[in-house]
């Protein structure tokens, strides 16, 4: 009811705005009025049901980085983002190294820990996992996200019960059901979740 009731606002409110636009406007200047109709440029309020097909609602996302945490330097951004639909961090640390994070989804509910820049000593997958493990170990995350850091971390000491093997871009982890990998490309280290709702 309340859903319904919304709808019919909203209708309403556009038929409304539509008709004060055609009647203030002369008849040859109606393209004028609606160029000079002010336009808004601020972010819509989140709305879960948007999309009746996302399983996922804004709410469920959480941030994983502590962008008050004594090394983080400056923070970029912080927040749900209605543009894309994800929660997104980006933080600059005290070492001048960025760290992105990133989480949403609809079918599929997906994580991104983006870090750079990064160039590994050596590309194999003991060298990319140790540091990826020192990546996940350091204070600026969240003691409550410490679910997604653990599966991390299961997953990273599985990679040590295996040669060491090179690595060109990627490196798959063993994440259950899920799919989670490591890429190196362009001077960043992107560690990524996906899992099929």
Do not use: W
């Not at 055609?22 to 000079?36: R, V």
């Amino acid at each position: 009811m309340k859903k319904q009731h919304a709808i019919l606002l909203a209708v309403i409110s556009l038929i409304l705005s539509t008709a004060i636009v055609f009647y203030i406007a002369p008849e040859n200047n109606i393209e004028k009025a609606i160029e000079d109709a002010p336009v808004t440029t601020e972010a819509s309020p989140v709305n879960p049901t948007a999309n009746p097909d996302c399983q996922i609602s804004p709410q469920s996302l959480n941030p994983l980085i502590d962008v008050k945490a004594h090394d983080v330097e400056k923070v970029i951004e912080n927040g749900f983002s209605n543009e894309s639909k994800l929660y997104i961090q980006h933080v600059v640390l005290k070492d001048n190294t960025h760290l992105e994070y990133t989480e949403g989804g609809c079918v599929h509910f997906s994580y991104e820990i983006t870090i750079y820049p990064y160039t590994p000593s050596e590309k194999s997958t003991h060298v990319i996992a140790r540091d990826a493990l020192n990546e996940i170990n350091t204070p600026h995350y969240l003691n409550d996200a410490n679910n997604k850091i653990q599966m991390l971390r299961t997953s990273l000491d599985k990679v040590f019960q295996k040669a060491n093997e090179a690595v060109d871009e990627e490196m798959k982890l063993e994440c259950g059901d899920a799919q989670c990998d490591i890429s190196v490309v362009e001077n960043k280290m992107i560690i990524s979740y996906d899992m099929a709702l």
